[in-house]
């Protein structure tokens, strides 16, 4: 991919009419972007601007002038108010999704709650899942199935009468493969186990349809844009919240909470779901991206996501990198996944010579995120003519292969 060459060329030619034709470009206005080539939203995304707007209001005026009072003006509802929004783009029905907590905790709640209402003690899960689901099963003494592979029809023969929870990332972390969710749920239906997916990679990347799943969590600080370490969420399908109970009985997931009861009754309905005081600035944080991402419409994020891992795609096998995320587009979420030997050390020269930022996934995997709602084909382009100019001239032999930080 020369610059002087025609092919680089038709490539960006090409991505400009796309970018042009694009019925979601005007949403890249809403963010605060610059020269930098992000290609990292999948891990965190990009500061809309109406969120740094939100965040001095509800600091200057919410807590800075009702102080207290603002609980009752709002913030006492937000964990439902933005948990059914988060809804909407999972395709839940109002009062199954609630914002609370981290990822991590809440998967954590979710399967000890699955486990306690059910006889069953096998967890059905893949090896490549993300570590920290991994390591909370761990952590709940139960006997894992753990499996490697990424085919939903492995995973599927690996259900059985003993299987008590089926839990995989709907779409997966390094591959970008997205699993069928009606195919895997209604596998473990069949068996009588229930099934939790974790949403993390593929909320506000792709349009779900959680159907008739059980439990489902996921974070808002990839495709919903809503800040670092922001408030995750969970959802619950109705007709189990009544006989699912929380391990962390905090307050918050109590019945009547402000009357100060000696015993623990949980709340009826997702709210029984929180443990404690809610983070109101960060939760707050999270609903601009949300909105964005609402009034765009998942289909539309969806098919632009097809549309540009599937440009990135046919760049890279001009170049002949080797991608191992899925061609089927029903198949994968959005981002692609590049193997190369050499990812670690690449990735950093593009961030530090090239202006293109990446990430990286051990051992060798260089993972290239779109956000639909401000990635461009220029930017695509431009982030492949770049990656190819660092492989061809070999410029990240500079850089360390001894693998650190956050990536
Ligand atoms: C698929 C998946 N699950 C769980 C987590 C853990 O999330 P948290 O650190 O917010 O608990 C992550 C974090 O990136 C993730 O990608």
Redesign the pocket.
Known sequence: LKEEGTEIQNLKSKASALDVADPLGHFRDRFVVDDLIYLDGN?LGRLPKATAERIREVVEQQWGERVICSWGEGWLDLPQRIGDKIGRLIGAKEGETIAAD????N?YKLVHAALSATDGRVVVTNSS??P??LYLLQGLGIEIRQIDSESDEAIAAALDDRTALLTL?HVE?KSGLRHDMKRLTDAAHAVGAKVLW?L??SVGAVPIDIGEADLA?G?T??YLNGGP?AT?FLYVRKDLQEALRSPIQGWFGQQNAFEFGLNYSPAGGIGRFLAGTPPILSLAATEPGIDLLLEAGMDKVGEKAALQTAFLMEVADSLSLEVITPRNPQRRGSHVAIRHEAAWPIAQALIAEKSVVPDFRTPDVLRLGIAPLYTRYADLAEAMKRIAEVIETRVYHAYSSEIGGVT
């Open positions: 891990s981290s990822t991590s905790v998967f899942n993300f920290s689901d990332s972390f974790d993390s990679h969590v974070c600080y990839k370490g995750a």
